[in-house]
């Protein structure tokens, strides 16, 4: 059952979600308490303000656009994104150093943290992080086919049928980043923190960098609609990769409608979710049971 602590937080069986500003949030939190991150963080740093979300919501206008139609299905809104300014890629980098300065006091040591992203924005987000204090230690490959890109010349597709101006996205990088452990070796940090590595998939196979993914499916879509929403299966997936011994603290700063709370809850994993935007909040108190209910697979 969701219980309403106040008018701002609710309790699903291990999860917490709050309305508030992470950063505001991560201020107050406790030192060296969470053991994983796993979030989608806004990109455009524009398209979840207030007013963008207004635009989106009344379907006009704005930086949410709906893409090109391919094969006369109706298609959801995308933020643009295909080329950034100087000063758009420095207010990324700008905004995820403080993101990481502010997060960097709160993971245990050994905490891993997984940042969703795409081809454009990815470095940027590496070198704010490690300016942060964290270590790269690699990168997700999501193995699924977006509507992001493929596009032929704008107001000219039959004059150049053969061109596209950016490849169409087959797969979306996940930023992987470490809190630097507080031992000489990952054993000890484990025995400590019990964080530091991954989980690997069986004795045999450890955790491997490209995961096979589909869409979001549309049954998940109608239960939560955020624009943005990612799939059970691979979140799932994700929060058993990133707690090494299967215990400890997820955190979603970013949530949504819930996404990673809902994984969490499916694997009987503590989750703790931040959203800002009033009205994801309220679709996360209904969606967050139901995905979490959902039998996925892979
Ligand atoms: C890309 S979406 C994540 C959606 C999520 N993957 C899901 O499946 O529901 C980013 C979310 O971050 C929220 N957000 C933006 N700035 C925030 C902030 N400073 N603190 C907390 N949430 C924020 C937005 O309202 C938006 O819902």
Request: proline share 7%.
């Amino acid at each position: 059952m969701v219980r309403r602590r106040s008018r701002t937080e609710f309790v699903y069986g291990h999860q917490r979600l709050v309305l508030a500003d992470c950063h505001r949030w991560l201020e107050s939190c406790t030192a060296d308490h969470i053991a994983a991150v796993l979030t989608d963080p806004p990109y455009g740093l524009l398209e979840y303000s207030a007013q963008e979300q207004q635009k989106l919501r009344d379907g006009k206008g704005g930086v949410w656009r709906i893409p090109p139609s391919f094969d006369g299905a109706k298609r959801r809104a995308l933020p643009r994104f295909t080329i950034l300014s100087d000063g758009q890629r420095e207010a990324i980098r700008t905004f995820f150093r403080a993101w990481g300065c502010a997060l960097h006091p709160v993971l245990k040591p050994g905490a891993h943290v997984m940042i969703a992203g795409n081809p454009l924005v990815s470095p940027l987000v590496a070198m704010a992080m490690e300016s942060a204090g964290f270590e790269r230690r690699g990168e997700i490959v999501r193995l699924v086919r977006t509507f992001r890109g493929g596009d032929r010349p704008k107001g000219a597709d039959a004059e150049f049928p053969m061109v596209c101006t950016m490849p169409r996205a087959c797969w979306e990088p996940w930023g992987l980043f470490r809190k630097p452990l507080a031992f000489r070796t990952v054993a000890e940090n484990l025995r400590a923190w019990g964080v530091g590595g991954l989980r690997r998939l069986s004795e045999e196979t450890p955790f491997l960098d490209v995961v096979e993914s589909s869409t979001t499916p549309e049954r998940e879509r109608a239960v939560a609609p955020h624009p943005s929403l990612k799939p059970q299966a691979f979140l799932r997936r994700m929060v058993t990769a990133m707690l090494p011994l299967g215990k400890g603290i997820v955190l979603d700063p970013f949530a949504g409608c819930g996404t990673t709370l809902a994984a969490c809850e499916a694997l009987g994993v503590e989750g703790i979710g931040i959203e800002i935007d009033g009205h994801y909040f309220r679709l996360a108190e209904t969606a967050v049971p139901r995905l979490a209910a959902l039998d996925v697979s892979a």
